[in-house]
C-alpha cells in the first residue's frame, strides 16, 4: 500500500487567499484526521471523520477552516481566506476503527506557509 | 478531560547513553497507548501497548505500560544520532469514537 497520500507538499500563499489540502487514506481505513502542528502548540486535532462522517470538529480553529470527505478514499481541508497565523505544517493520518489494532498512519504533511 | 502528558520535554545526550522517555495519562475509555518517531517528517509508528507489564520490543527501543498508575516508558539503549527525533506519545480512547489524545512530545537530541 502507498501509505496516506497529501498533496501538495509545500504551499505558499498570499494572505487572503484560499487553499485546499488534499489527502487520501490508506484504502481500507474507515477513520481520517486533519492535523495541524506548530512549534508552539504541537500536534493539533482538527477534524476526524469516520466512515466519511464528520464525528468531531471542535478542534477547528474558526469558521475559515472547511473539511470534507466526499468519499472513503478522499478528503479536502480548505482554508478561506487564509491568515499568516495558519502557518504551520498540516498532516491527514487514517486508521480502522473497529479491530483491536487501531494505529493512525500519517501522510508525509503539506507545509503551508501564509505570507 | 482527557489529557496525555511527556516528559521531559527535550533531552540531550551522548552517543551511547541510554534513555527513559515518560508518558502519563488521565483519560476515560482507555483502549491503547501509541508511540511515534517524528523526524524531520510525518510521525511514524514505533509501538502500540494494551496490557500492563508487558515490554514491547524492537530493537534498541521497548517500552512498557503500567495501567494501574497509569503512564508508559520508551527506553532507548546505546543511543545514535539517527535516534535524534520528536517522540509522541498518543491514546487511544475509541470506545464512542476514534479518538486519540497525542502528547506534546518528547524532543531528544543525541550528541556524536
Known amino acids: 500500500d502507498a501509505g496516506v497520500i497529501q498533496s501538495p507538499r509545500h504551499e505558499v500563499t498570499e494572505m487572503g487567499q484560499e487553499v485546499t489540502l488534499r489527502c487520501k487514506p490508506i484504502?481500507?481505513?474507515?477513520?481520517l484526521f486533519w492535523y495541524r502542528q506548530t512549534m508552539m502548540r504541537g500536534l493539533e486535532l482538527l477534524i476526524y471523520f469516520n466512515n466519511n462522517v464528520p464525528i468531531d470538529d471542535s478542534g477547528m480553529p474558526e469558521d475559515r477552516f472547511s473539511a470534507k470527505m466526499p468519499n472513503a478514499s478522499f478528503s479536502t481541508l480548505k482554508i478561506q481566506p487564509s491568515e499568516p497565523r495558519d502557518s504551520a505544517v498540516y498532516f491527514c493520518?487514517?486508521?480502522?476503527?473497529?479491530?483491536?489494532?487501531?494505529?493512525?498512519?500519517f501522510g508525509a504533511g503539506t507545509r503551508l506557509s501564509v505570507l | 478531560e482527557d489529557k496525555v502528558v511527556q516528559s521531559p520535554l527535550s533531552l540531550v545526550v551522548h552517543e551511547g547513553d541510554t534513555v527513559t522517555l515518560n508518558c502519563s495519562y488521565e483519560v476515560t475509555n482507555f483502549r491503547s497507548l501509541l508511540w511515534y518517531k517524528q523526524e524531520k517528517k510525518a510521525p511514524t509508528f514505533l509501538f502500540m501497548l494494551t496490557s500492563s507489564g508487558i515490554e514491547k520490543k524492537s530493537g534498541r527501543l521497548s517500552s512498557i505500560l503500567d495501567k494501574k498508575e497509569l503512564f508508559s516508558i520508551l527506553n532507548i539503549t546505546a543511543t545514535q544520532t539517527g535516534d535524534s527525533a520528536i517522540y509522541l506519545c498518543?491514546?487511544?480512547?475509541?470506545?464512542?469514537?476514534?479518538?486519540?489524545?497525542f502528547g506534546t512530545g518528547t524532543s531528544l537530541t543525541v550528541i556524536p
Open positions: 484504502s481500507g481505513h474507515n477513520s
Open positions: 498518543a491514546v487511544d480512547v475509541s470506545n464512542t469514537g476514534n479518538q486519540f489524545y
Open positions: 493520518a487514517s486508521s480502522f476503527w473497529g479491530e483491536a489494532k487501531n494505529i493512525q498512519y
